[in-house]
C-alpha cells in the first residue's frame, strides 16, 4: 500500500475517532470531562476543541494525499474509492451531530449532503459512458470553506465569540450556498450524459413494450 493510500485510511481512522468522541454518553457512564470557562457565556465541552484539532488534522490529510498521489504517480483505484468514502465519513457525520445537538443549523448539513449525493450520481452516470469528471473551482472553494466553518464550529467560534462575530456560521453559509452552485454546474457540464441515461431508459421502455 501506498503512501496516499496510508494518509487516506488514517483520515478514516480519525473520523472514527470523532464521531466516537462526540457521540459517546460520558455523562450516562458517569465520567466527567474538564470544561473550560472563557467568560460568563461561553463554557466550552473539552472534547469539542479535542475534536476540533483531530478534525483539522483529518482535514489536513485530505489534500496531502491527493497531492502525493498526484506527484508521485500513485493514483489508484483504491485510492479514489477510499478518499471519497473518507470525506463522507469525516464531513458527513460530523455534519450530522453537529445539527442534532444544535451547533449548526441543520438546513447546511442537508444542502451539503444533498448536494454530495447528486454530484457523486452525476459522476456516476458520466463514468458508466466513459467520461472523467474533473473537480471544479466551486467545489473547491466549497471544500475549503465547509472544513474552516467546521473546524471554527467545533471551536466554538473562538476567538471570533468573544467579539460577538458569528464567522463559523458565515463560512458554513457560504459553503451551503457553493455546494448549490456547484451541483448545478456540475450538471450543465455533464448534462449530455445524463440525456444519455434518460435516452437509454426510454429506448429499453419502448423495446420491453413491443415485446409484449
Same mark, same amino acid.
Given at each position: 500500500m501506498n503512501l496516499p493510500n496510508k494518509i487516506t485510511l488514517t483520515r478514516i481512522g480519525l473520523s472514527l =475517532?470523532?464521531? !466516537?468522541?462526540?457521540? $459517546?454518553? $460520558? %455523562?450516562?457512564? /458517569?465520567?466527567?470531562?474538564?470544561?473550560? @470557562?472563557?467568560?460568563?457565556?461561553?463554557?466550552? %465541552?473539552?472534547?469539542?476543541?479535542?475534536? /476540533?484539532? !483531530? @478534525?483539522?488534522?483529518?482535514?489536513?490529510? %485530505?489534500f496531502i494525499d491527493g497531492y502525493l498521489a498526484r506527484k508521485k504517480n500513485q493514483v489508484t483505484d483504491f485510492g479514489k474509492m477510499m478518499d471519497a468514502i473518507a470525506d463522507k465519513v469525516l464531513v458527513d457525520? =460530523?455534519?450530522?451531530? !453537529?445539527? *442534532?445537538? /444544535?451547533?449548526? *443549523?441543520?438546513?447546511?448539513? &442537508?444542502? &451539503?449532503?444533498?448536494?454530495d449525493i447528486v454530484v457523486d450520481s452525476i459522476k456516476m452516470i458520466a463514468g458508466s459512458k /466513459?467520461? &472523467? &469528471?474533473?473537480?471544479i473551482k466551486s467545489g473547491k472553494l466549497k471544500t475549503i470553506f465547509l472544513m474552516i466553518g467546521i473546524? !471554527?464550529?467545533?471551536?466554538?467560534?473562538?476567538p471570533f465569540e468573544l467579539l460577538n462575530l458569528k464567522v463559523s456560521d458565515a463560512f458554513l453559509i457560504v459553503a451551503a450556498v457553493l *455546494?448549490?452552485? *456547484?451541483a448545478i454546474?456540475?450538471?450543465?457540464?455533464?448534462?449530455?450524459y445524463i440525456s444519455m441515461q434518460s435516452e437509454n431508459v426510454e429506448n429499453v421502455e419502448s423495446v420491453e413494450k413491443i415485446d409484449i
Open positions: =475517532v470523532i464521531i !466516537l468522541l462526540l457521540l $459517546f454518553p $460520558f %455523562d450516562a457512564t /458517569g465520567i466527567t470531562l474538564p470544561t473550560l @470557562f472563557i467568560n460568563e457565556s461561553i463554557v466550552v %465541552d473539552i472534547r469539542y476543541f479535542v475534536c /476540533g484539532c !483531530l @478534525f483539522l488534522i483529518a482535514s489536513l490529510t %485530505d457525520s =460530523v455534519l450530522i451531530i !453537529l445539527s *442534532s445537538t /444544535g451547533f449548526i *443549523s441543520a438546513v447546511i448539513a &442537508v444542502v &451539503v449532503i444533498a448536494r /466513459g467520461a &472523467v &469528471v474533473a473537480a473546524t !471554527l464550529t467545533l471551536f466554538y467560534n473562538l *455546494s448549490i452552485i *456547484s454546474q456540475y450538471y450543465n457540464l455533464n448534462k449530455q
